[in-house]
């Protein structure tokens, strides 16, 4: 297998405009349920801050609040790079926020689960709101170029977002999590140049695919590794090719997996545009596979989505990316500290908890 690398793009410019969730994470230890991490997080989060800790220039599109969970997560993604210029902060929005449980894995055992729910109360934390299509308007006069465009969410908004990207021959990334609206969705799938989903949140999409075929669909099988086909017109008969996971012997935390994939196959795929993919041969699409699968596996060994990011340099995640194409399975890795009692964090980011009930 040739070493795999994480090369910084060659231009400046190189750019990916994301939308969808943008969220606040708070990582809680299950066996200390009182200390917490908080991080910035939602698909679409986590993708552009990865790409910016690569190298690139990352446009997030979301809608958040204007509160104390919003200072923390335009904070994070600040510290990254990330450009914030089209979150948009409203009053009357609370920022979306989602609680994650982490332990050891032991004998197969999820190593995280996910609550939208207060641990204190038991009220509904802030969910994800549909970015104004009076935004997404802004995005295209402001930041009309960009090589990838990538969406986790559905709205009109966003797809004449997505129509209007792929119009100036960027890459378009789709990456579902649900099918709530079959017309957006196949509309979405219609102007998506890869499309990848986890087996575990939509099992049979190709059940709904219809007559629109991707020409790239990656289909992630947890710790089973991946599968993907590549198609072309409307000619859904190409078969599925499989590729294994790599080895993390001391597994802390899963979450975020997919998304540090999905950034290696951008990271790989994306940088000049849609041009480049549809050159792109069956070993570069493997290529860009393995590394999203390598990126992966080194944040397994961290709390939070994005646990690498905080304790690894750039060159020193290269070289974590290196060991595992060489075939070395990855031990242990360093652990963030905690950074607080929840129930103080509790306070200021739910609304019931805030008025002191």
Known sequence: MPSLRLEKPASAQVACVGAGLVTLDIVVDRESPEQYLVRSGGSCGNVVTILAYLGWETYPIAKIGRDKAAEIVLKDL???????TF??????????????????ASRGNRTHAYTLYCPRCGNNLPRYRA???????????????????????????????????????????????AIKDQGLFNRAVSLSHILKYSHERLSDVSGVLGDYAVPLEIQTLGAEGLRYRRTT????????????AYRVSDVVDEAGAGDWCTSGIIHSLGRHGVKSFWRTRSSGIERALELGQALAAANCRFKSARGAMYSLSLQELDAVVLELARGQPLGSAREMDVQGTLSELLQSVCARCSRGA
């Open 233 to 244: 017109g409307k000619d859904q008969g190409a078969s599925w090719q499989c590729m294994p």
């Open 78 to 84: 600040s510290s990254f790079g990330v450009n914030t």
């Open 131 to 177: 970015i104004p299509q009076a935004l997404a308007g802004r995005v295209v006069k402001e930041r009309a170029q960009a090589q990838v465009f990538y969406f986790d969410r559905l709205s009109k908004g966003i797809l004449d977002l997505a129509r209007h990207y792929r119009e100036q021959d960027a890459l378009i990334v789709f990456e579902p999590s």
């Open 87 to 104: 979150i948009a902060q409203e009053e009357e929005a609370s920022t979306p926020t989602i609680i994650e449980g982490v332990r050891r």
